[in-house]
């Protein structure tokens, strides 16, 4: 049930007697059904006259939500429950009129019931003191009944009788004692009362309607009635008019009836101040605006102004309508274009000013897209745009997901490093794409310039704002996406270093007020997401680098690159040079041999360039083919010949695209002695790295040289010289008796001298090499091996498992030894790419020796490392276990 009251809805009994004498004049609606005190009286007159008996009785209660009622008030209550509709109508046949109206403790507080649901059966919920109301009227509504009540005489309910279908209460009546009416301060409040009343009735038509209807079933010489009366007039909190109503004593009721009064009269007289004050500033802007108008329209016809300037400043006036400018930049926008309105046109700093003004009102103030954060839509998105690349989808498809549960896409920083050609600025316009955001691409690849990041000062001839306030004013939104790219390449002139500059427009504590040299106001670019591209980290200084987001892009196997071809580059490029699939075709074995032995780079650059060279070719055939030389017959079988398929196979790729340049990527079918296969990462991705080692003869006694070639840095020099050195211990402790590495000059060479090699991960490698000369055993083949080896024969873990594991598979190994502090980057790599390579983990040297050299030996070595391996014998160098190998460690040097 849902019982709603307002003050503006009381009624009077003259209004109520006006309405029943209309009623009774015309038929009556079905839809309005009166109930009268008797069958032969229609006015409400009689039935204010009658007052019910002031004695203990049972009444039906209804709850109030809004706030209390008062003795002598006409009030109408809806009310919507069901079953109360249905209990009023029960009660209006039995003839019994007397209701209680209490008011509910959540009043004000809680949102009124729905029209389902009746849950205020509790007499708990109600407060104690209520009015004795009687149903003069009931009106059935759309939904529910409309009762009208008159409230006679306070009541306070002190039992519960029953529940149901509604809580019928024990009330006893509330006798008021005889007001003292010479009592001065009962007199003092009561003139109190009425002139604050006549003060509110003065300032605000609102009170003088509701009092105009209140005064007529009211007596304002009675302090009683005068006290309910000013309560009913207020518009106070249902607790205080709650506390007028328990109150008994009549003093204390005036005194905070008067409170009451004097609030509303504060709050009546700050909203006309209020309202005054705008009406004020409206006038004020109206009149300036009515006279600025007047005085162009003036100066247009004596011909003071010129037109050029007034369209000028139209223009920019309507570039702002319908933006959010803040008030700061409001300001100076009004200043700049009052300045240009008394500057000549002849004037240097006319040109200055406008062009500013320019600036100022193309960049879009308050004006943002609306973002897409449908992560179905991102995903499908990223899907038709790339191949593969799991990993980099699921993190921006993870960004999207955060930026969805909290309702807006904040400003982040994310960093897209990887090898050229992987797709890097592509990944950043699906992002665009995938959010609805706009999207602005510039390089800082070689910028030395600080100006070109913050602006130029507006002193200079031909100044301009920065990169950001141009992506700002091409993207026309306030949110787009910004790709920086190259941002590793960065330089450093003598203006300055841009890389620093930076720091300022990608933080995201700093750029919610990014500082442009031209433009000299704060621009707000929280709402910006920042994408940057890079091949390497380690150029990229480290406070920058910190404030990014790293999303490492790695270098694609084979089949990526051919399923990456199919779906993608070859259809684009088709349509580029103007072929149809019906005239060319490139078979799954040509793109097999273009990306295996044309295109070996972590990319698929040079494989779309490939691509295009294949479908020029094909166009030019084309095209000299439909070049008629006969007629007749002839010329109908020539245009037949001209729509037959041109299809590309690894047969005849070599007619497009000439002999393989890649042949193989093994140097050796079979590995040699003094030769073991390594990994490196490269910025251009993973590459398989040969060492090479050989004896000189002829060398010093109790000398050891080492020589080493192939453009090494300091850090693989340094370990070249670790592996020697541990390999000497380790072959004394496999074979005491060995003296080859007691005299002897060594040369160490890492093929492709020409390209610059530096890093600890060859270790493993080096000692490999070194011990397989010394045994003169050659290692197991289609093995390779990535790990950095310490004096004491650890094996450190190193980076990039996924390039030198795509670098392996490219190679045909088949087993890749790698650091087990890099078993969880194993456990990382996507299924397509550890397919088909078996893994192990090297805690020590040990287990790369066996892994190297006891597959597939001699009968004692297996058994040996089967010991080993099986936990039998302590693989450490330093325990006695390796004094048991020495004898068949020189039957596998001399087998």
């Not at 273009?594 to 095209?623: S, T």
């Amino acid at each position: 049930m849902t019982a709603k009251s307002r003050p503006d809805q009381q009624k009077s009994p003259r209004d109520e007697k006006k309405n029943d004498e209309k009623k009774n004049d015309s038929p009556a609606s079905p839809t309005d059904i009166i109930v009268p005190p008797t069958p032969s009286s229609t006015s409400s007159e009689q039935v204010v006259g009658r007052r019910p008996a002031m004695e203990p009785r049972d009444l039906l209660s209804i709850p109030l939500f809004t706030r209390p009622h008062f003795p002598k008030i006409i009030a109408p209550i809806i009310v919507h429950d069901p079953a109360a509709c249905k209990a009023f109508a029960s009660l209006r046949d039995t003839g019994l009129r007397h209701v209680g109206l209490f008011l509910h403790k959540q009043a004000g507080i809680d949102l009124v019931p729905t029209e389902h649901s009746y849950p205020y059966n509790d007499s708990e919920q109600l407060h104690r003191v209520g009015v004795l109301a009687e149903i003069i009227r009931l009106m059935p509504r759309q939904k529910g009944v409309e009762l009208t009540f008159l409230c006679h005489h306070r009541i306070r309910w002190t039992r519960v009788v029953s529940s149901e279908p509604l809580l019928t209460l024990h009330t006893e009546p509330i006798a008021e004692p005889p007001a003292d009416l010479s009592s001065d301060l009962i007199k003092a409040y009561s003139l109190s009362v009425i002139e604050t009343m006549k003060e509110l009735l003065r300032l605000g038509s609102f009170y003088k309607e509701q009092l105009e209807l209140l005064l007529e079933s009211v007596d304002v010489n009675n302090p009683y009635h005068l006290a309910d009366l000013g309560a009913c007039l207020t518009t106070a909190d249902p607790a205080s008019l709650q506390d007028v109503l328990e109150e008994t004593d009549i003093a204390e009721r005036l005194r905070l009836t008067l409170e009451l009064l004097k609030k509303d009269l504060e709050t009546t007289r700050v909203s006309r101040r209020i309202h005054k004050q705008i009406e004020e500033n409206v006038s004020k802007s109206q009149r300036k605006y009515f006279l600025t108008e007047q005085m162009k329209q003036i100066k247009r016809e004596l011909g003071m102004e010129k037109d050029e300037k007034e369209t000028l400043l139209t223009k920019f006036k309507a570039r702002l309508e319908h933006k959010v400018v803040p008030e700061a930049i409001s300001n100076i926008v009004n200043d700049e274009m009052e300045k240009l309105s008394s500057l000549e046109p002849s004037s240097s700093e006319y040109n200055v000013t406008r062009n500013y003004l320019d600036w100022l009102t193309e960049l879009p103030w308050g004006v943002y897209s609306q973002d897409s954060l449908d992560i179905a839509r991102a995903e499908t998105v990223l899907d038709e745009m790339h191949y593969g690349l799991k990993d980099v989808k699921e993190r921006i498809l993870e960004f999207i997901a955060v930026s969805g549960l909290r309702g807006n896409v904040q400003g982040k920083i994310l960093l897209l490093s990887g090898p050229p050609g992987v797709g890097k600025t592509s990944i950043g316009r699906s992002i665009a794409k995938a959010l609805n955001r706009e999207f602005y691409r510039f390089s800082v690849g070689g910028m030395g310039d600080v100006a070109e990041i913050k602006g130029h000062r507006r002193t200079y001839v031909g100044a301009m704002p920065g990169k950001f306030v141009q992506a700002l004013k091409n993207a026309k939104a306030a949110n787009p996406v910004i790709m920086i790219d190259e941002i590793d390449k960065m330089g450093r002139g003598w203006t300055g270093d841009p890389s620093s500059a930076l720091l300022e427009a990608l933080d995201p504590e700093q750029n919610v007020s990014f500082l442009d040299h031209y433009m000299d106001v704060p621009i707000d670019l929280s709402k910006v997401l920042f994408l940057c591209t890079a091949n390497v980290l380690d150029t990229i200084p480290a406070p920058l680098l910190d404030r990014m987001q790293s999303i490492p892009l790695s270098g694609y196997i084979l089949e990526e690159k051919v399923q990456i071809a199919d779906k993608y580059l070859v259809p684009t490029v088709r349509t580029e040079a103007g072929l149809t699939e019906e005239q060319v075709e490139i078979r799954e074995d040509g793109l097999v041999s273009l990306a295996r032995d044309y295109c070996r780079e972590a990319g698929v650059r040079h494989l779309k360039q490939q691509i295009e060279k294949i479908f020029r070719k094909v166009a030019l055939r084309i095209v000299k083919d439909k070049t008629p030389d006969t007629e007749g017959e002839e010329k109908e079988e020539q245009i037949a010949r001209e729509i037959e398929q041109v299809k590309i196979t690894a047969e005849n790729i070599e007619d497009y695209l000439g002999k393989k340049p890649f042949a193989k990527e093994r140097l050796f079918d079979l590995t040699p002695p003094g030769i073991a296969t390594g990994l490196a990462w490269t910025s251009m991705g993973g590459a398989t790295l040969y060492i090479e080692c050989v004896r000189i003869e002829g060398a010093t006694e109790n000398n050891v040289t080492l020589k080493v070639t192939g453009q090494l840095g300091d850090v693989m020099k340094e370990s070249t010289d670790i592996a020697l050195s541990y390999a000497r211990n380790y072959m004394k402790q496999l074979d005491p008796s060995s003296k080859f590495f007691d005299a002897c000059s060594l040369h160490m060479h890492v093929p492709e001298g020409a390209t610059p090699k530096d890093g600890p991960s060859a270790g493993c490698t080096m000692v490999t090499a070194l011990l397989s000369l010394a045994l003169n055993r050659s290692i197991r083949q289609h093995v390779a091996m990535t790990g950095e080896v310490t004096l004491t024969g650890q094996v450190l873990p190193v980076g990039g498992i996924r390039e030198k594991t795509i670098a392996a598979k490219r190679a045909g190994v088949k087993d890749i030894i790698l650091p087990d502090g890099n078993r969880k980057d194993w456990d990382e790599l996507p299924d397509h790419v550890s397919k088909d390579i078996t893994p192990h983990f090297a805690q020590h040297y040990d287990d790369v020796y066996r892994i190297c050299f006891t597959e597939g030996s001699s009968e004692g070595i297996e058994k040996e490392g089967n010991q080993a391996m099986s936990g039998d014998i302590d693989p450490k160098p330093d325990s006695v276990s390796l004094s048991r190998l020495p004898a068949a460690v020189a039957a596998l040097r001399h087998s």
